[in-house]
């Protein structure tokens, strides 16, 4: 049985072309004629590859690699070995991924389940309310509710549910077993596979007597070109709307509480929880499987280390870690104080 390709690689490009792509720099004499036929990584690169060096873990494959290019910063020119191309690039992982979407075009996006003949499947179901624009796929088993409007370019995968008044808005993929609910979605938005958005908050008025439902009343607004990763959720607001903020990133099983607002161009790593009602100002970065309490503010640029614990309000621009989370540098102090205390004898 011979091994699929899932996706067309595209012609040989030339050096020259990916130096004049990515904006790189490279010696006066080099050969910028020869031909790239592929990417990979720098210890498994042959010749007519392109590879990378930005993590200095790696510069001991960087010694042995047999690809015909290295995209490198600065500090790294020099220790490219004799035969291979030194493209000298400011961010060399930025300008990777530039590269490969010039021969993966179509990995930019995920590929749709039923192949690329687009239209609205026989197997779907379209309540004769909703409003679908012309472009749009909608796969087998998908289902668009009373009222629901989706935008031209669209994809609906294989099983998704729209919910009853949701609005998806254009260019968008919304993947296979995906369920919206009280949602309103920009343009260009990735929802990838067993995504759930809008379903109930965790909200209980708790007594000795037992424990009051709150009716969660508020909506999902997904701004422009978000991506969600597989099998994250994200709860409507209570009394408010949860809002997920322009270009943000979210990984795999990530939580987002009811009437959290996150910011624009954020990034949420795998199995973050945010509890309900904080705000993450723009650029936030979360590492992860890190926690953040709920009613608390996390600053503009402000990143939180892997496996930490954001309880109370973070200032913007800061690093920190922990639990609870602290600047790096008093976390990093503590962590040594601990490892002296558990060394003396």
Known sequence: MSEPHFFTKSNPISVASIVEHVGANCAEDANLDQSITDIAPISEARTGHVTFLDNPKYVEDLANTEATAVLCSKRYVAKVPDGVLALEVKNPYQAFSQVSALFYPQAMSPLPFFGSEGGISQGAHIHPTAQVESGVTIEPGASVGAGAEVGAGTTIGVNAVIGQGVRIGRSCHI??????????????????????????????????????KVPQVGRV????????GANSTIDRGANKDT????????????????????????VLVSQVGISGSSILEDFVAIGGQSGVAGHIRIGMGAQVAAVSVAKDDLPAGGRYGGVPAKPVRQWFRELAAIKKLTEKE
Do not use: Y
């Open 221 to 228: 607004i997904i701004q422009d070109r978000v991506e969600i």
């Open 175 to 212: 993947g296979a077993n995906v369920v919206l609910q009280h949602s309103l979605v920009g343009d260009h938005v990735i929802l990838h596979p067993g995504v759930c958005v809008g379903q109930d908050g965790f909200g209980f008025a708790m007594s000795p007597k037992g424990h009051q």
């Open 243 to 266: 809002v997920i903020g322009e270009g943000t990133k979210i990984d795999n099983q990530v939580q987002i509480g009811h009437n959290v607002e996150v910011g624009r161009h954020c």
